[in-house]
């Protein structure tokens, strides 16, 4: 099915903003300088879109979205024209099999897969499972290994439900690669996705009675760099970590920051030692402490971190930051993005010293995606 | 005699358009209804049932003027002449 938009194109060389809230998704666009914004939304007006992705390998310009609606379900739509036109499977293209007893409630993840794998696309959902497109996103089929997890039964839901949230990926070993499920923890295949081991160890689970289980970690967020994939930084349910050696152990990295708890984290799409978070004061009070929206940046791998406040309301500014809320564009330098709670989009085209706002009063913003027009 | 399955506007893009469908089939059910509609435009009861068959949380359906979930859901029973209506439940936020 074909929906017909008022949406212009980008052109090669524009950066775009992709950003899915609770009513919609949009997409910014502007030309390598960053100054000048164009919006074109709301798609799927009173949809949540949870997961959004842009997709260039293989000469494509594809937008892929994960759309809820609150009574038909959830689907991926595929846009190659920049959401002038979007074509969506007739049948919903991520079903779990009879035989699984499940159904899908939301796409949480869409990441496109290794560069010399230019049809593969993978998306994490709800209930948590990991689903793979060997056609860039047009039909999907559910990766078994987790599908039969035998730790299924004991994984439990956290308050955004039972969600396989993150995927990370391996340019060096196509065997290899890492997803993390809220409450669930951290799994890494070592095979191709027939096996999944949970690799936690170090972690800490404060919700629990036993705080360092094997499982059963409420891991919000973690992310790699190509160039470095066997180093994670990990933003958890209460703690920043890092590993080293693809999450055989984690170390506690919360130097400086205000607050250890947090959602998004984002790699420099160039620096493997330059992570950026938006720390949160608490499980109990999802804001960002002390009123001042800040977003903190390491350099150095988490040995310190440094706030950036460059044009952030710093006074009365009580907005959360959701984990797939801050990105990156792949410029140099780098521009960095992020989307609140309360609707508001900032962009920074100097790697995050000055922020510019992008829009104030969109819906609830749930993810925000960036990338560079090929 | 046939069944009647009245289609919400925002589902008729699954229907090349029919707001009434006529199911012609032998039902005993609203599933068997259901069921039937399935076998010709999927897409429409991907919308409106799960993976496993379920009746979506926020998707309604009536017999007559009568939700199925107040009576046996979607094995109530249906008579020649029945008409059944999707109705997207009030929800939202």
């Given at each position: 099915m074909t929906t017909p938009t008022r949406s212009s194109g980008p052109a090669a060389g524009d950066?775009?903003?992709?950003?899915?809230?609770?009513?919609?998704?949009?997409?910014?666009?502007?030309?390598?300088?960053?100054?000048?914004?164009?919006?074109?939304?709301?798609?799927?007006?009173?949809?949540?879109?949870?997961?959004?992705?842009?997709?260039?390998?293989?000469?494509?310009?594809?937008?892929?979205?994960?759309?809820?609606?609150?009574?038909?379900?959830s689907t991926i739509r595929l846009s190659d024209?920049?959401?002038?036109?979007?074509?969506?499977?007739?049948?919903?293209?991520?079903?779990?099999?009879?035989?699984?007893?499940?159904?899908?409630?939301?796409?949480?993840?869409?990441t496109p897969g290794r560069a010399d794998e230019p049809d593969v696309v993978w998306c994490g959902v709800e209930p948590a499972c990991l689903f793979e497109s060997r056609d860039a996103g047009e039909s999907w089929e559910p990766v078994q290994g987790l599908l039969e997890h035998e730790h299924r039964p004991k994984w439990m839901p956290g308050g955004g439900g039972l969600c396989l949230h993150t995927i990370v990926t391996d340019p060096k070993n196509k065997q290899r690669m890492g997803i993390a499920i809220s409450t669930a923890g951290f799994y890494r295949t070592d095979d191709g996705g027939k096996s999944w081991h949970p690799r936690n160890n170090g972690v800490r689970a404060v919700f629990l009675p036993n705080k360092y289980p094997e499982f059963g970690q409420c891991v919000h967020k973690v992310v790699n760099h190509p160039s470095r994939p066997e180093r994670l930084f990990l933003q958890n349910h209460w703690g920043l970590y890092r590993s080293d050696d693809w999450g055989e152990s984690w170390q506690d990295i919360a130097n400086g920051v205000p607050s250890d708890f947090g959602f998004a984290m984002q790699m420099h799409p160039h620096d493997p030692d330059t992570v950026y978070i938006v720390p949160i004061q608490s499980d109990e009070f999802r804001v960002v402490p002390e009123g001042k929206l800040r977003v903190y940046r390491t350099t150095d791998a988490g040995k310190s971190w440094q706030p950036l406040t460059g044009g952030l309301p710093q006074h009365q500014a009580f907005e959360n930051v959701l984990r797939d809320g801050l990105t990156a564009d792949s410029s140099d330098p780098a521009g960095i993005y992020f989307g609140t709670r309360g609707g508001k989009l900032f962009g920074s085209a100097d790697e995050g010293e000055s922020w510019q706002e992008l829009a104030d009063a969109l819906p609830p913003i749930c993810c925000v995606k960036a990338a560079v027009v090929s | 005699m046939a069944i009647s399955v009245i289609v919400p506007n925002a589902l008729t893009p699954y229907t090349r358009g029919v707001g009434t469908l006529v199911v012609t089939e032998p039902c005993t059910t609203v599933a068997d209804a259901l069921a039937a509609v399935a076998a010709r435009l999927p897409a429409l009861t991907d919308r409106v049932l799960t993976e496993q068959g379920e009746l979506r949380r926020h998707v309604n359906v009536f017999l007559g003027d009568e939700s199925i979930r107040f009576l046996d859901g979607l094995q109530t029973t249906v008579d020649e002449g029945a008409t059944i209506t999707i109705v997207p439940a009030v929800s939202g936020g």
């Open positions: 950066v775009l903003v992709l950003v899915g809230t609770m009513k919609g998704a949009f997409i910014f666009s502007s030309d390598k300088s960053r100054r000048k914004w164009r919006v074109d939304g709301p798609h799927f007006p009173g949809e949540a879109v949870y997961s959004i992705a842009y997709d260039s390998r293989g000469g494509r310009t594809r937008t892929l979205v994960g759309a809820h609606s609150n009574h038909w379900g024209d920049f959401g002038r036109s979007w074509t969506g499977p007739e049948r919903q293209a991520v079903r779990f099999p009879e035989s699984s007893g499940l159904s899908l409630a939301q796409v949480w993840q869409i | -």
